[in-house]
């Protein structure tokens, strides 16, 4: 197929092709779709599937026009888009509608988002403060009452029988004195904000390197995020039987929230997926074939009733690797801003 066109480079990451589309390919596309189309048409005078093409409607001649335009333009613009080596970050936007006019080639125009390139930043300004996490008595007050509320015991009172009870309830065995559970407590309570400050932690981190990193994605590549995420929420919600505005209305939140928080959940992913492969390029981040082999070892553990062939499949393998990189070059980055020492006691 001869691909006729030209690109215009509007900045570094969005691409203009004007595209051609020869009369003779698209009329012969035109010609056998209307044929097909005219098998369906029950025209009084004619067998059913037999009516001639010339004694199709106008109208819905041109219908068929632009659905023999939607089959061919994804052809043209796909061979001009691999031929300039460009990887798209978003569907192609049409700038119009080109028009069908009768021996007539099929120009049209189209605008491509790719990625920006970007530098990674100064990693020594990534800085985040760890605090001392404590517990407070009152907080194990209020874990006492909460478990005193959701749990049946014989003993009513809040006192050495009761702990000893709870600790059966809550698998230990060994709590046999009210200190002993509140000493339980307070541990659980201390790994619980010491796992949710890491978190905390790790978030402002990656916020404060895609700032310094300089990295703002195309507004394009954000809004199709978005929309599949909505789209995705869409089926979720059919294959429950649930209806949208049910599930609105008993969350107490409308729609366009719901698409507001999809664009900020979108950017976020994005900016943070962007950041990964570019530490990781930067930095010379590899998954050797013995850690890969291993990631898939055990994933077929998690997952013992999968299709067997999927892991000896090329794409999936090379899939597989490219999300070890990135959470391989996450933990080095996390390693670089709050020290190897400080990441493996909370992990």
Do not use: C
């Not at 106008?58 to 460009?86: D, R, S």
């Amino acid at each position: 197929m001869d691909t006729k066109y030209t690109r215009k480079d509007i900045n570094e990451y969005t691409h203009e092709f004007e595209l051609t589309i020869p009369f003779e390919s698209f009329n012969h596309s035109y010609e056998l779709m209307l044929k097909d189309y005219s098998k369906d048409l029950d025209l009084k005078g004619f067998r059913k599937g037999k009516v001639p093409s010339n004694l199709v409607s106008p109208q819905v001649k041109e219908v068929v026009k632009y659905e023999t335009f939607e089959k061919l333009a994804p052809l043209y613009i796909n061979t001009a888009v691999e031929k300039e080596n460009i990887q798209p970050i978003a569907p192609y936007e049409f700038k119009e509608i080109p028009k069908f006019l009768e021996n007539i080639d099929i120009s049209f125009t189209i605008t491509v988002t790719t990625m920006p390139k970007f530098t990674l930043g100064d990693m020594k300004k990534v800085k985040v403060t760890k605090e001392k996490v404590t517990v407070e008595p009152k907080e194990i007050d209020q874990a006492i009452e909460e478990l005193k509320t959701s749990q049946k015991t014989k003993e009513k009172e809040i006192n050495d029988a009761w702990a000893k009870e709870i600790g059966v309830i809550i698998g230990e065995k060994k709590i046999s004195t009210l200190v002993q559970l509140r000493e339980k407590i307070n541990s659980a309570l201390l790994i619980q904000k010491e796992h949710y400050q890491m978190h905390k932690l790790q978030d402002e981190a990656l916020k404060i390197a895609i700032k310094e990193s300089k990295i703002e994605i195309p507004q394009s590549a954000v809004n199709f995020e978005a929309s599949e995420r909505e789209k995705a929420f869409n089926e979720d919600m059919k294959s429950r039987g649930v209806s949208i505005d049910d599930f609105l209305k008993a969350n107490s939140i409308t729609i366009e929230k719901m698409r507001e928080l999809w664009q900020m959940d979108a950017k976020e992913a994005i900016e943070s997926d962007v950041f990964l492969s570019l530490y990781a390029d930067t930095k010379a981040v590899v998954v050797s074939d013995e850690e890969l082999e291993e990631k898939i070892e055990k994933i077929k553990k998690e997952r013992p009733d999968a299709d067997q062939s999927i892991f000896s499949n090329l794409e999936w393998r090379e899939y597989v690797k490219k999300v070890e990189v990135k959470e391989k070059a996450f933990r080095l980055f996390i390693e670089e801003v709050l020290g190897k020492e400080f990441l493996d006691s909370h992990n």
